[in-house]
Structures are given as structure tokens and as C-alpha cells.
């Protein structure tokens, strides 16, 4: 079974960090490229970042260039994302998605093939 499992969002102030991690089992690794996509409510799921495989290609939302950093750790099949200068409009449940890297990128959320279940990242002002 495929699995994605996002873990590591809380609460913090304006201006703190997190860190969250996406563990991913049952894909071929190297086939798919990872993204983060958040949902405020009564908001539209947003892409946030996404990184490739092969070469690590990144993308970035505008939102959030400059504050949020993705990686992965393809010895843990894990990906992060390093979320800094939180600011309360980033508050909304985190979602990891796994994507075939011919998809890669964030315009197109029904590229992405499987989900994780969301952590919840809230930011008090």
C-alpha cells in the first residue's frame, strides 16, 4: 500500500519556525516528486512547494518563496519542508502528495496520484 504520512505541524507564534516531514512508502522512489499543499478553511487547497527526484528541482508558491525550504532525504524516502517567518495567514492543515515526475510542479493538484492525511499548522498573531 502506498502511504504518505505528514507529521511535525503545531502551534506558533508570528515570526517561529517548523519543520514538516512527509514519510512515503510504497512508490517507487525515484518515479515521483513530492509536494506540500495547504487548505485554510473555507479556502481552496493551495500548492505550497514541490521537489523532484533526480535532480531535486524545486518550485516554490509565491506566498511563501524566500520563507519555506524543501528538501528530501531519499535514504529515509522522506520530504521536509522548513517553514520560517511563519505569518497567521500560513495557518491550515498541511498536506503531503505524491506526483509521477512527467507532473511535476503545483498547477495541477489532480495531477497528484496519492495524499497524505494533513497536519494541522496554526500561527497566533
Known amino acids: 500500500d502506498v502511504q504518505l504520512q505528514a507529521s511535525g505541524g503545531g502551534l506558533v507564534q508570528a515570526g517561529g519556525s517548523l519543520r514538516l516531514s512527509c514519510a512515503v512508502s510504497?512508490?517507487?522512489?525515484?518515479?515521483?516528486?513530492v509536494g506540500w499543499f495547504r487548505q485554510a478553511p473555507g479556502k481552496k487547497r493551495e500548492g505550497v512547494s514541490c521537489i523532484g527526484s533526480i535532480d531535486g528541482s524545486t518550485r516554490y508558491a509565491d506566498s511563501v518563496q524566500g520563507r519555506f525550504t524543501i528538501s528530501r532525504d531519499n535514504t529515509k524516502n522522506t520530504v521536509y519542508l522548513q517553514m520560517n517567518g511563519l505569518k497567521p495567514e500560513d495557518t491550515a492543515v498541511y498536506y503531503c502528495?505524491?506526483?509521477?515526475?512527467?507532473?511535476?510542479?503545483?498547477?495541477?493538484?489532480?495531477?497528484?496520484?496519492?495524499w497524505g492525511q494533513g497536519t494541522q499548522v496554526t500561527v497566533s498573531s
Open positions: 502528495a505524491a506526483v509521477l515526475l512527467q507532473n511535476f510542479g503545483l498547477t495541477s493538484r489532480s495531477s497528484y496520484n496519492y
Open positions: 510504497g512508490i517507487t522512489w525515484d518515479h515521483y516528486a
